[in-house]
């Protein structure tokens, strides 16, 4: 396994090689398929995954169902909190919406290595309050903000969390994780592809231009970035 493989994922790259031997000699990499189901609602969390150049959606379904995205999760960050904060269970659905790879980790050795303390226990309780302000902020801008903010938010956190431009994302599935009709997406994607914020094509979506995407977005995008840079210099 290559050290910069390792540093596409913020976390990994924030802790030390040779303080957590155990850990990085534990890892695994592997590859992400669009639409696969890394947990079921209450499912026993077995591993934990830390993205490297894909995306994955924590999803909650009610029942008629209709699914909300309540957290995305790049680069910056793991999936599989409830390892060491307990419960051991996952709290709702978590999907990859874009494909690509992903370190694999087992949940045992990963609860080990964070009962040791020490720098790994230090960043994971920062982390775990950073995502917990994403999600919040999250519930703040689905009641408050119009579709475009939203979906120029949503747009610049996937960018983010893979470092690409290019995004293999349907108008469907945005509408489904922001949980608005797809009309509505549709026709905020229109109005952004006539301004060359963006170029839609069936099933990618590409930013052409990042720096009027922000100017869209509410301040929800900030928000959400200042604190995992106050906490963690995440950028």
């Known amino acids: 396994m290559k050290e910069n493989t390792i540093f596409n994922n913020q976390i990994l790259a924030s802790i030390s090689k040779d303080?957590?031997?155990t850990l990085f000699s534990n890892l695994e990499k592997?590859?992400?398929t669009s639409g696969q189901i890394i947990y079921k609602l209450h499912q026993e969390i077995e591993y934990v995954y830390f993205p490297l150049h894909s995306m994955i959606s924590l999803v909650s379904t009610v029942s008629n169902k209709n699914t909300t995205e309540?957290?995305?999760i790049g680069n910056e960050g793991f999936v599989g909190?409830?390892?060491?904060l307990g419960g051991n269970h996952a709290i709702c659905d978590t999907i990859v919406q874009i494909p690509d790879s992903a370190m694999k980790l087992d949940a045992n050795i990963f609860r080990s290595e964070f009962n040791r303390g020490g720098e790994l226990q230090r960043i994971l309780l920062l982390y775990?309050?950073?995502r917990i302000s994403q999600i919040s902020q999250n519930a703040v801008c689905k009641c408050h903000h119009p579709i475009s903010n939203q979906f120029a938010c949503w747009l610049l956190f996937a960018y983010d969390g893979v470092q690409q431009q290019e995004l293999p994302l349907t108008q469907q599935f945005i509408s489904e994780m922001l949980g608005v009709r797809r009309s509505s997406v549709?026709?905020?994607a229109q109005k952004f592809q006539k301004e060359g914020i963006i170029r839609y094509t069936r099933g990618n979506i590409t930013i052409l231009n990042r720096d009027i995407l922000k100017s869209k977005a509410c301040e929800c995008y900030d928000k959400v970035k200042t604190e995992f840079a106050q906490l963690l210099n995440f950028t």
């Open 19 to 21: 303080n957590y031997k």
């Open 81 to 84: 909190l409830p390892v060491f």
């Open 70 to 72: 309540i957290g995305l």
């Open 30 to 32: 592997i590859s992400l």
């Open 128 to 130: 775990t309050q950073a």
């Open 186 to 188: 549709t026709e905020v």
